[in-house]
């Protein structure tokens, strides 16, 4: 299993790049946002991957961070996503849009995606609102997911732009953890976390548990 790749990029396309590593070409898929955000021809870049073997077909599949790697693999575990649809989905929503729709149930910022109907989208929403904890709780640890470049694979020091995680993405994290030891559901506690993530952004610990305890209190 190829797992990460280091190298340099030779040529890029829509949906995908050419990354030499010490002389071997890997084709690697992405998504329209990670391409985005990865530097120019001739530059050095990290990409964890994830290689899908078929019958008559290998192809490796490209991600910034192992949240991003590990939301595409339970993406395609859902019947009816392929490895397309999925790409999609975290192009238009991102790593941490993805786990923020899924934990609210809102399938349809999903079906905002390209390709994605109301039915795929719904069952995604359903078959992953369980998972999506788990997934936002790595949120916490990006920095530690993002791996240096080896001296060895480049010539000359060159920058590397830097992945952006979410503002409170370990806030997240903790709070999840408490709702969770307060008896919360891993659903609705992520689905808690979730919106008041959303409606208070730069939030610590402390502030995003008392929002997400507000909102999981019983109405009327």
Same mark, same amino acid.
């Given at each position: 299993?190829?797992?990460?790749?280091?190298?340099?990029?030779?040529?890029?396309?829509?949906?995908?790049?050419?990354?030499?590593?010490?002389?071997?070409?890997?084709?690697?898929?992405?998504? +329209?946002?990670? *391409?985005? %955000? #990865?530097?120019?021809? $001739? !530059? &050095?870049? /990290?990409?964890?991957?994830? #290689? &899908?073997?078929?019958?008559?077909?290998?192809? *490796?599949? $490209?991600?910034?961070?192992?949240? !991003?790697?590990?939301?595409?693999?339970?993406?395609?575990?859902?019947?009816?996503?392929?490895?397309? @649809?999925?790409? /999609?989905?975290?192009?238009?929503?991102?790593?941490?849009?993805?786990?923020?729709?899924?934990?609210?149930?809102?399938?349809?910022?999903?079906?905002?995606?390209?390709? &994605?109907?109301?039915?795929?989208?719904?069952?995604?929403?359903?078959? *992953?609102?369980?998972?999506?904890?788990?997934?936002? %709780?790595?949120?916490?640890? #990006?920095?530690?997911?993002?791996?240096?470049?080896?001296?060895?694979?480049? +010539?000359?020091?060159? @920058?590397?732009?830097?992945?952006?995680?979410?503002?409170?993405?370990?806030?997240?994290? +903790?709070?999840?953890? /408490?709702?969770?030891?307060?008896?919360?559901?891993?659903?609705?506690?992520?689905?808690?976390?979730?919106?008041?993530?959303?409606?208070?952004?730069?939030? !610590?610990?402390? @502030? *995003?548990?008392?929002? %997400?305890?507000?909102?999981?209190?019983?109405?009327?």
């Amino acid at each position: 299993m190829i797992g990460k790749i280091t190298g340099r990029i030779e040529y890029r396309a829509a949906d995908h790049l050419l990354i030499d590593v010490r002389g071997v070409g890997y084709l690697i898929y992405c998504s +329209e946002r990670t *391409l985005a %955000a #990865l530097p120019g021809v $001739g !530059e &050095v870049v /990290a990409l964890f991957t994830d #290689l &899908v073997v078929r019958e008559d077909l290998m192809q *490796l599949f $490209g991600f910034q961070t192992l949240v !991003e790697k590990e939301w595409h693999r339970l993406l395609t575990s859902v019947q009816g996503v392929g490895a397309k @649809a999925s790409l /999609a989905i975290l192009g238009a929503l991102g790593p941490d849009g993805v786990s923020r729709a899924i934990a609210l149930g809102d399938w349809n910022a999903v079906k905002a995606a390209k390709g &994605v109907g109301p039915k795929i989208a719904q069952r995604v929403v359903l078959d *992953l609102k369980d998972k999506a904890p788990g997934v936002m %709780a790595m949120s916490g640890t #990006l920095a530690q997911a993002q791996g240096d470049v080896p001296a060895e694979v480049i +010539e000359a020091p060159i @920058a590397r732009k830097p992945i952006a995680s979410a503002p409170n993405a370990s806030a997240q994290s +903790e709070a999840l953890s /408490a709702l969770s030891n307060l008896g919360y559901s891993p659903g609705d506690a992520a689905g808690a976390v979730a919106q008041a993530a959303g409606e208070i952004p730069d939030a !610590e610990t402390p @502030a *995003l548990i008392r929002a %997400a305890l507000k909102l999981l209190a019983p109405k009327g």
